[in-house]
């Protein structure tokens, strides 16, 4: 069954969560947010970011000006306690990864019908810290509500940590693109997971422009720098399950 966050019930927490943000990355790190007059008024919006650090929702509440929900994966062993204690009080759609993950995307899906706005990374992961392509799901999204698109670059979140480890704030940057979309889709099957892909690339290529160019991997303009990713692009749990299995699976 999909999950009910009681989004009302969970609005003090979140108010807390989003004050508390604030003062934890002046303290933490040297943040710098650009492209603030990008931001729209209000939803139906997918904000979409590239995926490198277990920070980047964080990043992405401390610079939002309105309520956010949030799908993403289900089982994050490898992120510190703090990060996974965070996404617990915020409450989010845990995405089984390596299923089709119906719940989470039909949650997702209503959110945006209502007007809501939803945070997703497409590459739906961080094993890498250049841009990969996009898994499928954001642009089945974007096709089935016709939400347009908000592109977010998130750029020096991995070196949070080892920063401070040395006695330094690591300069991290939240670059606002102009919003994008919407899209559509035809035809069925093949056709249509072709042109799926295909936006999904689109997304990627928003995105790309706002992180710099080194990090750009898949989507970059030098042969080389798109060279050195390869093999990044393989998804971890194309042929796993992440977790215990909800929803029905493709």
């Excluded at 966050?5 to 947010?33: D, N």
């Excluded at 995307?105 to 961080?126: D, M, T, V």
């Excluded at 499928?136 to 670059?153: N, Q, S």
């Amino acid at each position: 069954m999909a999950q009910n966050l009681h989004p009302f019930r969970r609005r003090p927490i979140r108010f807390i969560l989003k004050q508390l943000s604030i003062p934890a990355f002046s303290l933490l790190t040297r943040l710098e947010i650009h492209g603030e007059e990008n931001l729209p008024p209000g939803g139906p919006l997918l904000v979409v970011f590239n995926h490198f650090s277990f920070i980047d929702p964080v990043a992405i509440v401390r610079a939002a000006p309105w309520p956010l929900e949030f799908v993403g994966g289900a089982v994050t062993p490898h992120a510190p306690v703090w990060t996974r204690i965070i996404p617990f009080l915020w409450g989010y759609h845990k995405l089984y990864r390596g299923t089709g993950a119906t719940d989470a995307l039909r949650a997702a899906e209503n959110i945006l019908k209502r007007g809501g706005i939803l945070g997703i990374a497409p590459e739906a992961g961080n094993w890498a810290t250049v841009l990969r392509p996009a898994r499928p799901g954001t642009a089945f999204l974007a096709t089935r509500t016709g939400a347009p698109l908000l592109p977010v670059g998130l750029d020096g979140f991995t070196d949070v940590f080892p920063s401070l480890f040395r006695g330094r704030r690591a300069k991290v940057t939240v670059n606002i693109g102009k919003p994008f979309g919407p899209f559509t889709v035809s035809g069925s099957g093949r056709e249509r997971r072709a042109q799926l892909d295909e936006i999904g690339h689109e997304i990627m290529r928003h995105i790309a422009p706002l992180i710099p160019p080194e990090k750009r991997g898949h989507y970059s303009d030098d042969p080389a720098i798109r060279e050195a990713a390869r093999g990044t692009e393989i998804y971890p749990w194309a042929d796993k399950i992440e977790g215990q299995v909800v929803g029905e699976i493709h």
